[in-house]
């Protein structure tokens, strides 16, 4: 169905491949940046005549738009009218790997030609410090060069949608090596198990970004950098992780982990979050992450409990509380106050979640104490008020009896009146 | 007039008082609202005059059909004691009102109790006076001599609507709100009397001004019309004395102290019914006034659903106030009718074709209402 569906974009893709360079061959020949070249008589670009697809790729991307051609990167003379001259020295022909990002750096790094276009001009060399730059220089050819990140004729900028290195596509261009399904693999196969990539959807990161959409959610690029691209080292992780969860991050750091993690044994974050299959930071982890390391019965873990019960108490306290706003609101009673009043609560308990990272049971239950308490009084202060409601059916109850005596004098009376002589 | 003849033996706080002011006169004026039956006569003593006038046999009163009146005006009664209750807590402002409505309902002691006591209240007028024009025509009581009772009661039930109107903006509440800004719609398509209307009122959109005007019409204009229509109404009744079936006898038999008590009586039925009412239906809270959000399914009041449909209903080739002057001439005929059907017989079988022309109107009204109810505003 999918492949249905791309037919009548392949076809169009065909025809454009076919009929844009006939069309736009003459007229609008690449060439140095800032001129018009059709208006200035600079030599013509010929290269698309033998190689018509990869000159449709390049004139999508933005180089051809900004004034470059083919010999800008390959060398040779585009302009010559036979396969030797226009391939004669210095014909360069396809760049080998491990010259390729020396080939992008030698006008990416130049600060001059790059600040006009707002790009950084040190990419380079954060690239020769990451991971990849590293093994390339030790001849390691099968890691990621410029171009398996950002394309090869066909580079667009970063801003662009069909950017492989927009924020949207990043997960997949980091997912083509990190665990993209192995060659030969049917068509939207999943990513290989185990792997970063297949981890990263599986977590609470990948899922907000992916699934939900949530642009505040990370990429791989927003914790391991882009050129420089390197994964933290083990005392760096609670920097990385902190840069979103601020809060989170200064609890840990004033607690007993964060102590032992300077003292050089000490877990982080993704010790008990994972790394890239990132749990949902849920009270549950309590039991579990702690018991990774502590023995049973032991006095840390009594301490993770006293927290869970405190967090889960007062949780399952608001939701009372609700529920007998629920039934107040279906009366109908006005329970806005009482809604912002939980509200407050809520609040309360949101703070106390991320103090379980400072391990301070007293500061934990301070605040679950007051979550639990606000809710604790709306719900009886409601509970009065359903009373006050049977208390009015009561009070009718009792008007309709004293109206019934008033009626009986008043028929008793009337009766007189009927009587009386003259009347 | 000079002081009766003052007994010195008998020294009571009436006769005390009847030195000093007219009573007789002040109940006499009274009986021009209904609330005491008889006539009285001024050039007596008080006393005398009373005892007198509670002995005198009536024609019944206070007693089906002729207790709509005198309904109408208790629930009258009613919704200025409350509505005086309600206004020392309410702020007619567009920031504070919806505050003071449910700090009266929610923060007041008893407040809930009054306010929808007057909710109520103001609905079962409003019934109350639709139900007694239904009566009028359908018994002729419209015909000569009581014409101008007829007139009476037809301008009380349009005041009634403007006095509920005004109030339910006043509650700034989302229903409220919304439901005003359509009844303005269906005004503002009255020819003439809708643009006079809305000048009074001061725009066409409801705003804090407009809250303020629609305040000091709920709580004085409306009200000292209303109070003013009732005692034309009740004089008129009074001079040309209260209509009856053909085939009703005159004279009950029952004198006006038995009169006195079944008013009394009926006036505990009325409050028993509308304390168990407030108890058992309260209104429920609704979210504050957004103008900036119109809700979905908002309708003009009942009485204007009808009139709603023949404006949105009239064909888009002509131009909307066409509806509005088929609206208008409805009203004028309803109110000279007297004029035009000046046949005698007031009995249901002299008058035929009128009353079958009334089943049909009725019916028209019925379905009009019907449609109004169910009609998406035409834009």
Redo the contacts between chains.
């Keep these: 169905m999918r492949a249905a569906m791309l037919f009548p974009a392949a076809v169009a893709m065909a025809l454009a491949a076919a009929f844009v360079p006939c069309a736009a061959a003459e007229p609008v020949p690449a060439g140095p940046a800032g001129t018009d070249r059709a208006a200035s008589g600079a030599p013509r670009v010929l290269c698309g005549v033998c190689h018509p697809d990869v000159r449709v790729q390049f004139e999508q991307g933005v180089h051809s738009r900004e004034g470059f051609d083919c010999t800008s990167c390959h060398g040779g003379n585009a302009a010559a009218a036979t396969v030797e001259a226009a391939h004669r020295a210095p014909f360069r022909g396809t760049p080998k790997r491990r010259d390729i990002p020396a080939l992008c750096a030698s006008c990416h790094a130049d600060l001059a030609m790059m600040t006009p276009y707002n790009i950084p001009a040190d990419q380079y060399a954060l690239y020769l410090t990451s991971q990849h730059g590293r093994r390339l220089v030790k001849g390691d050819e099968s890691v990621a060069v410029c171009t398996d990140c950002h394309g090869v004729h066909e580079i667009r900028r970063e801003n662009d949608p069909k950017s492989s290195v927009f924020a949207r596509n990043v997960p997949d261009t980091c997912g083509r090596c990190h665990g993209a399904p192995p060659p030969g693999s049917p068509e939207g196969a999943p990513p290989v198990e185990g792997s970063p990539f297949a981890d990263y959807q599986a977590g609470i990161h990948g899922q907000a970004y992916l699934q939900q959409a949530n642009d505040s959610a990370p990429t791989c690029a927003s914790c391991h950098g882009s050129h420089g691209a390197t994964p933290p080292g083990v005392g760096d992780v609670d920097k990385v992780c902190g840069q979103c969860h601020a809060t989170a991050r200064g609890y840990y750091r004033d607690g007993p982990h964060a102590r032992a993690m300077r003292e050089g044994n000490g877990p982080e974050c993704a010790h008990c979050h994972g790394n890239h299959r990132i749990a949902r930071a849920d009270v549950a982890l309590l039991d579990t992450a702690c018991a990774a390391c502590h023995e049973p019965g032991s006095e840390m873990l009594k301490v993770a409990g006293g927290m869970k019960a405190l967090i889960v108490g007062a949780r399952e306290e608001i939701g009372h509380a609700h529920a007998a706003i629920d039934r107040a609101?279906a009366i109908?009673?006005?329970?806005e106050d009482y809604k912002a009043r939980l509200e407050e609560a809520h609040t309360a308990l949101v703070q106390a979640s991320p103090i379980v990272h400072a391990l301070d049971v007293g500061r934990v239950e301070q605040l679950a104490e007051r979550a639990r308490g606000i809710a604790k009084e709306v719900e009886s202060e409601i509970d009065g008020k359903l009373g006050e409601r049977w208390w009015?059916?009561v009070?009718?109850l009792l008007?309709?009896f004293y109206?019934g005596l008033?009626?009986a004098v008043?028929?008793v009376?009337?009766r007189r009146?009927?009587e009386?002589p003259?009347? | 007039m000079a002081p009766a003849d003052p007994t010195p033996a008998r020294r009571s706080l009436a006769a005390w008082l009847e030195t000093r002011f007219n009573l007789t006169e002040m109940l006499a004026f009274l009986s021009s609202f209904g609330v005491f039956p008889a006539e009285l006569d001024t050039t007596r003593p008080f006393r005398e005059a009373l005892r007198e006038a509670m002995?005198r046999p009536l024609p019944s009163y206070a007693r089906w059909p002729r207790v709509l009146g005198l309904l109408s005006f208790l629930l009258f009664l009613f919704l200025v004691t409350t509505g005086a209750l309600l206004a020392f807590y309410y702020q007619p402002t567009e920031s504070e009102a919806y505050r003071a409505g449910?700090a009266i309902?929610?923060d007041v002691t008893f407040g809930w109790f009054i306010h929808q006591m007057h909710r109520w209240s103001a609905r079962l007028l409003l019934v109350m006076l639709m139900v007694r024009l239904w009566r009028f025509f359908f018994q002729g009581t419209y015909k000569a001599p009581r014409e101008a009772v007829w007139m009476a009661a037809v301008v009380t039930f349009l005041a009634a609507t403007q006095a509920d109107l005004t109030g339910r903006l006043l509650t700034w509440t989302t229903t409220g709100y919304w439901t005003t800004v359509r009844a303005l719609e269906v005004i503002h398509a009255l020819p003439v009397l809708g643009p006079v209307l809305m000048f009074l009122a001061g725009g066409t959109t409801p705003d804090s001004l407009f809250l303020t005007r629609f305040y000091v019409l709920h709580i004085a204009m409306l009200p000292a019309m209303l109070l003013a229509l009732f005692y034309l109404h009740f004089n008129g009744v009074r001079r040309v004395g209260l209509s009856h079936a053909p085939s009703e006898s005159r004279a009950t038999g029952?004198?006006a102290?038995?009169q006195m008590?079944?008013m009394?009586?009926l006036a505990?039925?009325v409050?028993?019914g509308l304390?168990?009412l407030v108890?058992?239906a309260?209104t429920?809270?609704e979210p504050a006034a957004d103008p900036a959000l119109t809700p979905q399914g908002m309708r003009p009041p009942w009485y204007l659903l009808a009139p709603h449909a023949i404006i949105e209903m009239t064909p888009t080739m002509l131009p909307r106030w066409a509806g509005g002057l088929v609206v208008e001439a409805i009203l004028l005929l309803i109110l000279v009718l007297p004029f035009l059907d000046t046949s005698a017989g007031r009995g249901v079988r002299e008058r035929r074709v009128a009353v079958a022309i009334g089943i049909v109107i009725l019916a028209i009204w019925l379905f009009l209402t019907w449609q109004g109810y169910s009609l998406e505003v035409r834009r």
């Design positions: 609101a109908p009673l006005y329970v009015r059916r009070g009718l008007f309709w109206l008033t009626l008043l028929a009376i009337r009146a009927r009386e003259g009347g | 002995r449910t309902v929610r029952e004198t102290r038995v008590i079944n009394i009586i505990a039925l409050f028993g304390v168990t108890t058992l309260p429920p809270f």
